[in-house]
């Protein structure tokens, strides 16, 4: 079976440092991969997605950035946060054009 | 652009009453349609999607959606609902079957009262 993890689960960081989010997929292949914001525990906002290695696409010009080094594995940075990058981060997998399937997620706090 | 729409914030039932999750689409050509379940600080879950086929889907934990063409509407019923129902739902839009462009409702607070 498929799992999908992120870490942290909960992060707090100050205004203007690094910031490095990891997802890994487990038991499938060639997946597609998506970063997702939840603010204030309500709508997702879709932040990236991948559907290859190396291959990113983004949905809203921000201070973020995503990274597929590996088949499974993607990771959403940032150089400098700002107090509006605060949120809860999902990562999702799909197989082709099925369902998505979320990770536990990252809840992040910029001070 | 498709989009989805929950009118209701917050959806408040007993415990052994059925209950409705509203949801209605908008989205040029076919539509597939997901329902989603997020428990307090955890990814969504999965319930149940509509593809083609018979309008009444089944899924997850006894939930089921109607999907109707002509009012475009794919609400998410339960016949009996549990107490441990009580979480955020979510409807979901993707048009014909680009896996990229999937939209999300603002979802509704389900809480079951004993």
């Known amino acids: 079976s498929q799992t999908i993890h992120q870490w942290p689960a909960t992060l707090v960081q100050p205004v203007g440092s690094p910031l490095s989010l990891e997802c890994t997929v487990e038991?499938?292949?060639?997946?597609?991969l998506y970063w997702y914001r939840q603010a204030a525990g309500r709508g997702l906002q879709l932040l990236f997605y991948?559907?290859?290695?190396?291959?990113i696409s983004s949905e809203v010009p921000q201070n973020l950035s995503a990274s597929r080094p590996q088949d499974r594995q993607f990771i959403l940075s940032s150089k400098k946060l700002l107090l509006s990058d605060s949120g809860f981060y999902l990562c999702?997998?799909?197989?082709?054009?099925?369902?998505?399937?979320f990770g536990p997620g990252t809840r992040l706090t910029v001070t | 652009a498709q989009s989805v729409a929950q009118p209701e914030d917050q959806v408040n039932v007993a415990e052994g009453n059925p209950l409705t999750v509203k949801c209605t689409y908008s989205v040029s050509g076919n539509p597939y349609l997901f329902w989603y379940v997020q428990y307090p600080n955890r990814g969504l879950q999965f319930l149940l999607k509509y593809i083609t086929g018979d309008n009444l889907v089944k899924g997850s934990y006894g939930f089921e959606a109607e999907f109707n063409k002509s009012q475009t509407s794919f609400h998410l019923k339960k016949p009996s609902a549990l107490v441990s129902d009580s979480a955020l739902y979510f409807c979901?839009?993707?048009?014909?079957?680009?896996?990229?462009?999937?939209?999300f409702g603002a979802g509704t607070r389900l809480t079951v009262k004993p």
């Open positions: 979901a839009v993707r048009r014909f079957y680009n896996n990229n462009d999937m939209r």
């Open positions: 999702a997998w799909a197989r082709g054009g099925g369902e998505q399937y």
């Open positions: 991948s559907v290859g290695i190396g291959q």
């Open positions: 038991g499938t292949s060639n997946p597609n």
